[in-house]
């Protein structure tokens, strides 16, 4: 029977008591640094009148977005956690998957046009106030939240248009795509196909506008170790966060393991590094 359920139950990430407890601190502590470090950015960038550059205000919406992001999932985490009703109502799960997406797409996107802006302050530096100018900025900045707002609403939406007859119980720590369509009764063809699209535009695409400019910044500084390694660093991190986004998005749903998806969920949302550059 097809159903609309108000309510689902997040399973989480463990049963087991002295495991949900030290998982809670973990996810605590790692919440208040992000929480403060990115505070902090946003405050520093705003008093000092020297920040004022592209880069800054880049980093600042990075930040703004690294808050939203981790706001979205882990609260409700560490509630679940320690808490025995994991229920979760429709509306409230539906912003969580929402903000969730959007965050964590714009995300992508905003890392892909700071390696773009390092691209053109090391490779292009005479053209770099034209190129980079606030102008040109402004409309970036708008144009990324913009289209992974929009898209984001085309995937929630259709994802709450499955019926969900098979089971009310969400697999995973927080609502999230992959467990929705293993839940529904009706093939989400259109939802892997529309998902997949969208991860391969935004995730790859950004992925290797940032992979391209830092070939490119590598190569005209190669000579100066100390740069290149911090290059290096950042490549590294970026790698591990759209490569974890890349293999939970970039595959059919029948192909993938719900215990592998919450711990490769995991990496991204709660464990993985976002390295701000200096």
């Known amino acids: 029977t097809q159903t609309s359920p108000r309510r689902f139950i997040l399973l989480g990430l463990s049963n087991v008591l002295h495991l949900q407890i030290i998982c809670f601190m973990m996810f ?3 919440y208040l640094m992000t929480l403060l470090g990115n505070v902090l950015v946003i405050i520093v960038v705003r008093i000092n009148s020297k920040l004022q550059t ?11 977005l690294d808050i939203c992001f981790s706001s979205t999932i882990v609260p409700r985490l560490l509630i679940n956690t320690l808490s025995r009703d994991r229920s979760i109502s429709l509306l409230g799960c539906a912003l969580q998957m929402y ?3 959007s965050s964590g797409v714009t995300e992508c996107v905003i890392l892909a046009v700071m390696a773009y802006d390092r691209y053109v302050a090391i490779c292009l530096p005479l053209w770099y106030m034209t190129i980079m100018s606030r102008t040109v900025c402004a409309y970036v900045a708008i144009g990324s939240w913009g289209s992974c707002l929009i898209n984001a609403v085309i995937h929630v939406g259709l994802a709450f248009r499955l019926p969900f007859c098979r089971s009310h119980h969400v697999n995973h720590f927080f609502c999230e795509l992959p467990p929705f369509f293993r839940m529904s009764c009706k093939d989400p063809w259109l939802n892997e196909l529309l998902n997949l699209i969208a991860a391969f535009i935004l995730a790859v695409a950004a992925f290797s506008l940032i992979l391209i400019s830092y070939i490119q ?3 005209t ?11 290096k660093t ?4 970026v790698s591990i966060y759209y490569g974890t ?29 976002k390295k701000k550059k200096k």
């Open 221 to 231: 500084i190669l000579k100066i170790s100390s740069s290149k390694g911090r290059q």
């Open 217 to 219: 910044i590598i190569s």
């Open 99 to 101: 903000f969730h997406l």
């Open 54 to 64: 592209p880069m800054y205000f880049f980093l600042t919406n990075l930040s703004v």
């Open 245 to 273: 986004i890349m293999s939970l998005y970039l595959r059919p749903h029948s192909a993938s393991s719900p215990e592998v998806d919450k711990a490769v969920s995991l990496i991204y949302t709660a464990v993985t590094p």
């Open 234 to 237: 950042f490549s590294t991190l």
């Open 28 to 30: 605590l502590v790692m």
